[in-house]
C-alpha cells in the first residue's frame, strides 16, 4: 500500500513539475512579464498539470467498462474528452487526494 501511494504521489508532482518545466521554457514568458507575474504563472501551470493526474486517476475509477470497444476515432474522442475533464476535475481533485496520501502515509508510519 505505501509503495502505491509513494508512486501516485511521485506521478502527480513529477508530472508537474515536468510539464512545466518543459512548456514555460518553450513560451517566451520569461521575457513579456515581470518575475513576480512569471513566478505566479508558474505556480498555476504547475497546480493545473499536477491536477490532470489526480483528475485522470478520479475518471478512471468511475468510467465504465463499455468503452473497450471503442473504435480508433472513439478513442481519439475518448481521450480528449477525458484529458479534457481531468483538467478541469483535477483542480479539485489534487488537494483531496494529496491530503489522503499523505494522511495514508502518515497512518502507516504509527
Partial sequence: MTHKVWKELILTFGFGITLTMLLSQSRAINTQLSST?????????FYVY???????LTLSKITPRIFLILPLIGWVFYFAIKLTLSMWIGVVMLPVRTFGNVRTLLRMRE
Fill in 37 to 45: 507575474s512569471t513566478v505566479s504563472l508558474q505556480l498555476a501551470m
Fill in 50 to 56: 499536477s491536477g490532470l493526474v489526480a483528475g485522470w
